[in-house]
């Protein structure tokens, strides 16, 4: 029963610290929605953005738990705010991020690709509370005071912050690495299959030229038979003895 009490307490700390979390995210949110044309298409662009916008939810900053409603003026706000026509003084890197934008908006719009982004971030999160309750057993097997940096609500939203952008960062490498692959099996296959056709092609022009010089080649060993029989009737009327006369065998 102690243990089980344990782990509802523990959980409910764990909670209380995801809700800190997201309280703090929907905070910032917030305070960066107001930001200027210019800051947003900066924050977007900024360097690493790479991986920092494959999180759909980072990049509209919006909370995953979010209606498709909250989504849809969250889009429409920020696609204005970025949007080419409105930084004409800028339109290349305002289409670049306008294209994140709406990449983001689209994601988020297909339901399947909207939970693999979410249980990515329920990763990171989980990953962050199992390494805070290893270093907490190990300190208390150390005889240590059971304190971490992580219980710093602020210190636990960057490491899951930290450990999201990882997971989302190993997700994309691997699709490359997978896309990659297919791309060379489709080359590979594509050669082969250019490999098999010329192959054939060649079989078929050797076969048809066969076929059309086949009646030269009869005709030539029929000649060729012919002239033999001829000479060798000539050769045997050649050799043919001569007559003896009637006074030559008295």
């Known amino acids: 029963m102690a243990a089980a009490g344990g782990e509802s307490s523990s959980q409910s700390v764990s909670d209380e610290l995801f809700q800190n979390f997201y309280t703090e995210v929907k905070q910032i949110e917030k305070r960066d929605s ?3 044309s210019k800051q947003q298409i900066d924050r977007l662009l900024r360097p690493g953005s790479s991986y920092f916008n494959l ?3 980072e990049v509209l900053q919006i909370d995953p738990e979010a209606t498709d409603e ?4 969250r889009f429409r706000a920020l696609s204005i705010l970025v949007h080419p026509d409105k930084n004409q003084d800028d339109p290349e890197r305002a289409q670049k991020a306008f294209e994140v934008v709406d990449k983001s908006y689209k994601l988020l ?3 399947e690709q909207k939970k693999r982004a979410v249980d990515v971030i329920q990763a990171g999160k989980e990953y962050v ?4 309750k290893q270093k907490k057993k ?3 097997k150390d005889g240590k005071p059971q304190d971490v940096e992580e219980d710093d609500p602020d210190m636990f939203r960057q490491a899951v912050y930290k450990q999201t952008m990882k997971l989302f960062a190993e997700l994309e490498i691997k699709r490359k690495e997978r896309e990659a692959k297919e791309m060379h099996e489709r080359k590979r296959a594509r050669e082969e299959e250019i490999e098999a056709a010329e192959k054939a092609k060649r079989e078929r022009e050797w076969q048809k030229n066969f076929e059309e010089s086949r009646d030269g ?3 030539s060993w029929r000649t060729f038979q012919t002239k ?4 060798e009737k000539k050769n045997r009327s050649f050799l043919k003895p001569p007559k003896v006369k009637m006074e030559q065998r008295e």
């Open 34 to 36: 107001v930001l200027t």
């Open 70 to 73: 909250e989504l849809k003026k």
């Open 129 to 132: 509370e199992h390494m805070v």
């Open 138 to 140: 190990q300190l208390k």
């Open 228 to 231: 033999g029989k001829s000479k």
């Open 109 to 111: 719009l297909d339901p």
């Open 55 to 57: 999180n759909p939810f």
């Open 217 to 219: 080649r009869v005709d």
